[in-house]
């Protein structure tokens, strides 16, 4: 489980999501699979916020380690989209 803190940390992850663009696709609010389309690989990320703070985590290796890997990031982005339409929804 990583915290997500300032962009520039996770830059090198955010530029890889964007070029590998693997597919992500939401289990439930916070449960994404994501896929390499070119392996065929998926790795779960979760997405969780304590304490005013978001923390995320990926079953691959360099998430397993702690590393904001692409899967992470990809699905980072879906889950933050998400929770704004969802804040957006909730007036
Ligand atoms: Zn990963």
């Given at each position: 489980m990583i915290q997500l803190?300032?962009?520039?940390?996770?830059e090198n992850a955010i530029n890889k999501a964007r070029t590998v663009k693997p597919r992500v696709a939401?289990?439930?609010f916070g449960?994404?699979?994501v896929?390499?389309?070119t392996t065929g690989a998926t790795y779960t990320v979760e997405c969780v916020k304590r304490d005013g703070k978001r923390?995320?985590?990926c079953?691959?290796?360099a998430g397993m380690r702690g590393n904001a890997c692409y899967h992470l990031m990809a699905a980072v982005s879906a889950?933050?989209?998400l929770a704004?339409?969802?804040a957006a929804l909730n007036f």
């Amino acid at each position: 489980m990583i915290q997500l803190t300032t962009a520039a940390k996770l830059e090198n992850a955010i530029n890889k999501a964007r070029t590998v663009k693997p597919r992500v696709a939401i289990n439930k609010f916070g449960h994404y699979t994501v896929t390499n389309k070119t392996t065929g690989a998926t790795y779960t990320v979760e997405c969780v916020k304590r304490d005013g703070k978001r923390f995320a985590s990926c079953t691959c290796k360099a998430g397993m380690r702690g590393n904001a890997c692409y899967h992470l990031m990809a699905a980072v982005s879906a889950h933050l989209q998400l929770a704004a339409e969802r804040a957006a929804l909730n007036f």
